[in-house]
């Protein structure tokens, strides 16, 4: 389950996105979650740590589709 810190976060800056993965990473910079996030043809993977700061936002493609 996400963190309310997180859903803002993606309520504000990705607007009518739906979340379609989840992941919990932890590096030796930081612990954020990985997000792929969908909107019509739009699709995305964006990282955000537990506090709701986004850490990364990168284009997400299904290459085997």
Do not use: C, H, W
Request: aromatic letters at 8%; a negative charge.
């Amino acid at each position: 389950r996400l963190s309310t810190p997180v859903m803002e976060t993606l309520s504000s800056r990705f607007p009518g996105y739906t979340v379609q993965d989840v992941s919990f990473t932890e590096t030796p910079k930081y612990s954020a979650y990985e997000i792929v996030i969908e909107k019509g043809e739009s699709k995305l993977e964006v990282t955000i740590n537990k506090a709701g700061n986004l850490i990364g936002k990168e284009n997400a493609s299904d290459e085997n589709d």
